[in-house]
């Protein structure tokens, strides 16, 4: 399977912007969120709509692709469900039942001082106020639904389309570009990303669909930012 050359540079464009600009322009983005949150009460807002917006324009120019190539369509990209949900319930039900009880050893962690493991790496990005619960809600979602069409969905699909890889192969680059797209973590955040997407991409391999993984996605990151109390400051304050 060869792709048109419309479809070839779009590609080149679109995975340019995954592999370079994104990763640069998110890192710069978070840093200047971290200098200037405390004096601009509407810094946490105005990058959150950034970063969301971004994320659907990349989503609409991965949808474009597969309507511009002949050789892709939904399904090529996981956008169909294989499965009967009952075959799929047994994971969803064990992973809130997992996020839950990580959710009450975190809040328990929280009330004594202690930050949660990983937290730090996330530090400016957790909301506040019930108003920024709110941002940080519409991107975690917002990141599970666009994020695996993009990296999962479009990029392995191109790997095994338009450069003739193994689908192992294929999703180990798209891995790859996902990990390094959230260079504004740290060395030790992209670590634990690289096997959150480790696991989202086995789930999405063994299944053909995106449906579980995009809605596993969008619950790890609400999770992680919704979900995830910080440590009290006055213990902090007073701790080690």
Do not use: C
């Amino acid at each position: 399977m060869s792709f048109t050359p419309l479809s070839l540079v779009l590609v080149v464009v679109l995975v340019g912007y995954l592999a370079v600009a994104a990763p640069l322009i998110g890192k710069r983005t978070y840093d200047r969120l971290a200098r200037i949150r405390d004096q601009d009460p509407t810094a946490y807002r105005r990058m959150f709509m950034l970063w969301s917006g971004e994320l659907w324009v990349l989503a609409a120019a991965a949808l474009l692709i597969v309507a511009v190539e002949p050789s892709l369509d939904a399904a090529s990209i996981g956008l169909v469900i294989k499965e009967p949900l009952s075959n799929t319930l047994g994971t969803i039900v064990g992973f809130l039942v997992a996020a839950t009880a990580g959710v009450l050893v975190f809040r328990w962690l929280a009330a004594k001082g202690k930050s949660v493991p990983g937290q730090q790496a996330v530090h400016h990005l957790l909301p506040r106020t019930a108003a920024e619960r709110w941002y940080a809600a519409g991107l975690s979602v917002t990141a599970g639904v666009t994020e695996e069409i993009i990296y999962r969905g479009l990029l392995i699909a191109v790997g095994t389309g338009a450069l003739g890889l193994s689908k192992e192969l294929a999703a180990f680059g798209a891995l790859a570009v996902f990990v390094v797209g959230h260079l504004y973590q740290g060395w030790r955040g992209m670590l634990a990303v690289a096997l959150i997407g480790f696991g989202l991409t086995s789930l999405y391999l063994r299944s053909g669909s995106l449906l579980l993984p995009i809605l596993l996605h969008a619950l790890i990151d609400l999770r992680g930012l919704v979900f995830t109390p910080q440590p009290r400051r006055e213990l902090v304050g007073h701790a080690g």
